[in-house]
Nanobody, 125 residues
Framework: QKWLVESGGGPVQAGGSLRLSCAAS???????LAWFRQAPGKGREGVAAIDTDLSKKYTESAQGRFIISRDNAKNTVYLEMSGLQPEDTAMYYC????????????????????WGRGTQVTISS
């Protein structure tokens, strides 16, 4: 069992920035770590993912605005978000799987076995 705990969400005005963090229990070496989000009334979508070797994947809407990173020594993954817009409002979830982001679809939630409880991000216009 691996526990994931997100932090860093909150209310922000449009154009602002936030940095989300997700701390995992235990060693995440070899794990793909990812951020998903779910807006009200919508399904969960993959935002970004990162491998142990720091190779990254982004959804199109995140490309150029969000940066995913990880500290392997701390078993922590981060999501730096800038240029936030109201459509970025969602519950943001951290997820982990015990194999590379390069194998299969990195954005398929069904391929992740470990999830955090989420942190709410609310962007006001």
């Amino acid at each position: 069992q691996k526990w994931l705990v997100e932090s860093g969400g909150g209310p922000v005005q449009a154009g602002g920035s936030l940095r989300l963090s997700c701390a995992a229990s235990g060693d995440t070496n070899g794990f793909c770590l990812a951020w998903f989000r779910q807006a009200p009334g919508k399904g969960r979508e993959g935002v970004a993912a990162i491998d142990t070797d720091l190779s990254k994947k982004y959804t199109e809407s995140a490309q150029g605005r969000f940066i995913i990173s990880r500290d392997n020594a701390k078993n922590t993954v981060y999501l730096e978000m800038s240029g936030l817009q109201p459509e970025d409002t969602a519950m943001y979830y951290c997820a982990a799987r015990s194999f590379s982001c390069q194998l299969g679809s990195w954005s398929s939630e069904n391929l992740y076995g470990f999830w955090g409880r989420g942190t709410q991000v609310t962007i006001s216009s």
